[in-house]
C-alpha cells in the first residue's frame, strides 16, 4: 500500500526556532511537494523536488527551504519560524515521467508557532 | 494570483441530491485535472481526474465535466450520501519537468441525513 509518512502530527514551536518537517515515501516516486493549508486557501505548494538534490520554488517560498538528499526523503525548514507559519503542513509525492499526476498525501503536521 | 479558482466555498445537500462544485483555471498549460477528497484529520486522497481532450468522466456516482474554451471544469455528486461530506479541492496539473499541481481553495461539502 502506498505511503506518505510525516514525522509529527503535532508541533508546538517558538518564534525565531529553526524548525524541521521530515516527509518519507515508500514508492519510488520522482516527484515530492511541499504545500500549506489554511482555511479558505485551500493548499498552497511551497517547494517540489522532482529528482534527489533539484528543487523548484512553488508559489509561497519565503521563510522555507527544502532539502532532498535522497529519493525517499524530503524536509521542509523553517529557517526562523514565525506566527504567520502557524498552519497545516502536507507532504505528497507524485510518480515521475510516464507515470501518473496523482499525488499521494501523508496525513499532515500541524505546526503551531507561539 | 490564484490560478484555479473554485466555488461555492461551502456546500449543504440534503441526503439524495446532487453536489455540485465548479473550479475555473487561468493557465491553457494544464494538462490534468484532479479532483481530491478531504476527510478530517486526513491528508486529500485522488477522487477522480480528467485530460482536457475529454468533455466527461465518470466514476460511480461522481462525473467531471470540462470546458476547454471556457476553461471551466466542475464536478457532480449525484445521489449525495452523508459519507461525501467531505472537503473537496479541484486541482490542474502541469509538466514542468516536474509534475506541479496547483489546487483550489476547497469546498466544504456537508450531507444532510
Known amino acids: 500500500d502506498v505511503k506518505v509518512t510525516q514525522s509529527s502530527r503535532y508541533l508546538v514551536k517558538r518564534t525565531g526556532e529553526k524548525v524541521f518537517l521530515e516527509c518519507v515515501q515508500d514508492?519510488?516516486?520522482?516527484?515530492m511537494f511541499w504545500y500549506r493549508q489554511d482555511p479558505g486557501l485551500g493548499l498552497r505548494l511551497i517547494y517540489f523536488s522532482y529528482d534527489v538534490k533539484m528543487k523548484e520554488k512553488g508559489d509561497i517560498p519565503e521563510g522555507y527551504s527544502v532539502s532532498r538528499e535522497k529519493k525517499e526523503r524530503f524536509s521542509l525548514i523553517l529557517e526562523s519560524a514565525s506566527t504567520n507559519q502557524t498552519s497545516m503542513y502536507l507532504c505528497a509525492s507524485s510518480p515521475g515521467a510516464g507515470g501518473t499526476f496523482e499525488a499521494f498525501f501523508g496525513q499532515g503536521t500541524r505546526l503551531t508557532v507561539v | 494570483q490564484q490560478q484555479v479558482k473554485q466555488s461555492p466555498q461551502s456546500l449543504i445537500v440534503q441526503k439524495g441530491g446532487i453536489s455540485i462544485i465548479n473550479c475555473a483555471y487561468e493557465?491553457?498549460?494544464?494538462?490534468?485535472f484532479p479532483w481530491y477528497q478531504q476527510f478530517p484529520g486526513k491528508g486529500p486522497a485522488l477522487l477522480i481526474a480528467i485530460r482536457p481532450d475529454v468533455s466527461e468522466k465518470k466514476e460511480g456516482r461522481f462525473t467531471i465535466s470540462f470546458n476547454k474554451s471556457a476553461k471551466q471544469f466542475s464536478l457532480h455528486i449525484m445521489d449525495s450520501q452523508p459519507g461525501d461530506s467531505a472537503t473537496y479541492f479541484c486541482?490542474?496539473?502541469?509538466?514542468?519537468?516536474?509534475?506541479?499541481?496547483?489546487f483550489g481553495a476547497g469546498t466544504r461539502l456537508f450531507v444532510k441525513a
Open positions: 493557465n491553457t498549460a494544464f494538462d490534468y
Open positions: 486541482a490542474a496539473s502541469l509538466n514542468t519537468g516536474g509534475f506541479k499541481t496547483i
Open positions: 514508492m519510488d516516486h520522482e516527484n
